[in-house]
């Protein structure tokens, strides 16, 4: 794991800098191609819910339904790293044209709290979607996850418990180990602009927080976890799995999600064409559309 410290280094300066040093400088001169940019957080539709799911150590996790009138089985948007269930937001507006949606913010992301001497996994990010959903009787559920929320949607799977209550799974640059992880990301323009960005949020959406603290651990998180091995995946059944890229993704390398398509056995592989690693806010009709098929 050569640039497991690279990485974690590179991201820790970005989160202990002052917000002014972790801006990007952008040329206006310059005309940018849509996977190079960080279209504008989108908005979650009004009102905001204020239902949290308290977890057995106090912890509130934020989550909202939409459209639960619709019926069958929920889709539940689970979200990036550092990020919140907003970056989902045009998406979950179209989703929840005709589909009941569930937004979920993990544990310290967004309006969930967390502890102090929490260590994150993406073990217990699953379990805690899994137990959320059950304490409103959901026991059948198609999960949706981006990035980080791709290596719980993982975790889900390979947990005995959780998987029978995952009806379909649609796992968005997701990956098995650290390795997977572009060791240049930090350095780029759009991850900088994403981690000042994400400060700035989370300073209105939780001001008693301390987003260095909670940003150390999520990047802790990324640079050791997940050590999943391929025989470990080739466990998932893989006829109810979707895993989806981007073409352009800087921050997961490109190898990795045909690579988690090969061994999970019978899963279906999905590229979408000119986006990043924030396909959900560059083109959400693409991914929108993407999300569809997987759940005809």
């Known amino acids: 794991m050569i640039f497991i410290q690279p990485y974690l280094t590179a991201l820790s300066w970005l989160l202990l800098a002052p917000p002014a040093l972790c801006t990007p400088l952008r040329s206006p001169q310059v005309k940018r191609q849509l996977w190079t940019e960080l279209p504008p957080t989108p908005k979650l539709p009004e009102p905001i819910s204020t239902t949290t799911f308290q977890t057995g150590d106090g912890v509130h996790l934020w989550y909202q339904k939409y459209n639960e009138q619709a019926g069958g089985d929920p889709v539940v948007l689970i979200h990036g790293g550092l990020g919140y269930s907003a970056y989902f937001g045009d998406v979950l507006k179209q989703l929840s044209a005709s589909h009941y949606v569930i937004a979920v913010d993990r544990r310290g992301h967004g309006r969930s709290t967390y502890n ?16 959320l959903l059950a304490s409103e009787n959901i026991y059948r559920a198609a999960w ?43 350095e780029t323009a759009i991850a900088q602009e994403f981690i000042a960005r994400c400060r700035e949020e989370y300073a209105v959406l939780q001001p008693r927080a301390n987003f260095t603290d909670f940003g150390t651990k999520v990047v802790t998180l990324e640079a050791t976890l997940p050590q999943w091995s391929d025989v470990d995946l080739a466990k998932i059944e893989g006829g109810k799995v979707t895993i989806a890229g981007a073409e352009f993704d800087e921050a997961v390398n490109l190898n990795v999600q045909p690579h988690l398509n090969k061994v999970i056995s019978g899963s279906k592989l999905v590229i979408l064409p000119g986006v990043s690693h924030f396909a959900p806010v560059q083109n959400p009709a693409l991914f929108t559309g993407a999300v569809e098929d997987f759940l005809k």
């Open 116 to 131: 102090a001497n929490d260590t994150f996994t993406f073990e217990g990010f699953a379990s805690e979607t899994a137990a």
């Open 144 to 186: 949706v996850g981006w990035s980080d929320g791709g290596a719980t949607t993982l975790a889900g799977l390979l947990d005995s418990k959780i998987n029978p209550t995952i009806s379909r799974a649609f796992v968005f640059a997701g990956f098995q180990k650290p390795e997977d992880t572009n060791s240049t990301y930090a």
